[in-house]
């Protein structure tokens, strides 16, 4: 599986961006995909995560209300939409793919199969 994020950059705080992660290599609509960022000198944290379906979502508290997770199952991409953007929002963001189990924890990182390359986010105050 490859993962391919992009839509990053430089907002002001208040502001949108939307995150978008285009996925290749397996069939997309089994495999449960995540959003995760690292902010620097801080580990990697998870933000969201979405189900194969794209039924049940899942958010971080520091991003609840303000980020959503979607997928296009027929353009194999998963989207991170995220406004009221906060400068404490700055990280690189990577999109991640749990392709082998149903069932696993979407909040941990070691659950997931493959990563993408990240995309950085930056917030200003």
């Known amino acids: 599986v490859q993962l391919q994020a992009s839509g990053g950059g430089l907002v002001q705080a208040g502001g949108s961006l939307r995150l978008s992660c285009a996925a290749s290599g397996r069939a997309f609509s089994r495999t449960g995909m995540g959003w995760f960022r690292q902010a620097p000198g801080k580990e990697r944290e998870f933000a969201a995560a979405?189900?194969?379906?794209?039924?049940?979502?899942y958010y971080a508290d520091s991003v609840k209300g303000r980020f959503t997770i979607s997928r296009d199952n027929a353009m194999n991409t998963v989207y991170l939409q995220m406004n009221s953007l906060k400068p404490e929002d700055t990280a690189v963001y990577y999109c991640?793919?749990?392709?082998?189990?149903?069932?696993?924890?979407?909040?941990?990182?070691?659950?997931?199969?493959?990563w993408g390359q990240g995309t950085q986010v930056t917030v200003s105050s």
């Open positions: 991640a793919a749990q392709t082998t189990r149903t069932y696993y924890n979407v909040r941990i990182r070691e659950e997931y199969d493959y």
């Open positions: 979405i189900s194969r379906n794209g039924v049940t979502t």
